[in-house]
């Protein structure tokens, strides 16, 4: 469905708010990331009320939205609706080569390496026991059990009844996003012709490297890689895993469409993450940028990315959790188009 035409009142409201300096600056970072208010204040070099008040007024003309969590307020310019239509054929009309657009966007991406120096340093110090830590938020046995459940359900039917007795893989490409320490590998790789794993960390591919190799997965391989740039050709993977990694994102809307791009006709994706959650010591403690996903946010992001979502499950913490309890939540979803597979005799 296409964006309905602005009316003359939102046009203008639109065109009254995006035609100041400091405020079109504004707009244009938030149309490539999702920054919170400190961060907006460090870019623009200006005071945290006069950007508040920007945003303020950006936010009332329908040209980005707010995201609170806690103490923390994220900002991020919409994709959709006539308000953002018309902001986003300005900024197409943009150069961005200008002057302080480029400076701006210089600072952002500094913003971005540090943030992701930050949680990159807090990956290599934890690296050795990120799977025990892992294990503290939710009964792990219970959520691989739901994520194979999902990858085997999802296999192509095809392809299952081609693997009766014979061993082979159900999945032709798996690709873990984000793999960490490699935990998802060992999983599902079992159950692929070839899987790859990618992650931003060498100290975490150090880590998987060494679990491949001790479960003995010659069908691996593991990249350095940036989940919104993904090192696969499009269209080329069957079954592709986000597994906890959207919480530590500024954007993870365009890292599910980065996935789906990945997809081949009738690929599967699963996204697993924490439910919504009141635990600020992750974001203190551990970089987590979001304190959990609804059911419906999720899926929201998986069909504005092309797929369809099949399944939503949600697995409730055990009694050994804690006092932060954090409860655990599976998506499936899959690429509408059509596969064509010609069976081999």
């Not at 006069?50 to 009332?60: A, G």
Request: glycine letters at 6%; one cysteine or more.
């Amino acid at each position: 469905m296409t964006d309905q035409p602005a009316t003359l009142h939102d046009a203008l409201a639109s065109l009254a708010a995006i035609g100041e300096e400091s405020r079109l600056r504004l707009y244009v970072l938030l149309a490539e990331a999702e920054l919170a208010v400190s961060e907006l204040v460090t870019i623009l070099g200006q005071s945290q009320p006069r950007v508040s008040r920007h945003l303020k007024l950006l936010l009332e003309a329908g040209l980005v939205e707010r995201r609170r969590e806690g103490a923390w307020a994220f900002f991020l310019a919409p994709e959709k609706g006539a308000s953002a239509a018309l902001a986003r054929a300005i900024l197409a009309r943009l150069d961005l080569n200008d002057k302080v657009l480029a400076a701006d966007r210089a600072r952002l991406a500094e913003v971005r390496a540090a943030r992701a120096a930050q949680a990159q340093k807090y990956f290599a110090e934890h690296a050795p026991v990120w799977d025990e830590t892992r294990r503290l938020h939710a009964p792990e046995a219970e959520v691989e059990a739901a994520i194979l459940a999902a990858a085997l359900d999802g296999a192509p039917r095809w392809r299952r009844l081609l693997d009766i007795g014979c061993g082979a893989g159900r999945w032709r490409r798996l690709l873990d996003i984000g793999c960490g320490a490699g935990r998802m590998l060992e999983l599902l790789a079992p159950q692929a012709e070839s899987a790859l794993g990618v992650d931003l960390s060498a100290a975490m591919l150090g880590v998987a490297r060494a679990r491949v190799e001790q479960a003995g997965l010659r069908n691996v391989q593991l990249r350095q890689g940036d989940i919104y740039a993904l090192p696969v050709e499009p269209g080329s993977v069957d079954l592709a895993v986000v597994h906890q990694v959207l919480h530590y994102l500024d954007n993870p809307a365009r890292a599910l469409r980065e996935a789906a791009r990945a997809l081949a006709p009738g690929g599967r994706l699963i996204v697993v993450d924490f439910a919504p959650h009141h635990c600020e010591m992750l974001r203190e403690k551990h970089q987590h940028r979001r304190l959990g996903f609804s059911a419906e946010e999720v899926a929201d992001h998986l069909r504005q990315a092309g797929l369809e979502p099949l399944s939503h499950r949600d697995l409730a913490p055990g009694d050994s959790a804690g006092e932060d309890k954090l409860t655990v939540s599976l998506w499936l979803a899959r690429d509408p188009r059509q596969a064509i597979h010609q069976a081999a005799h």
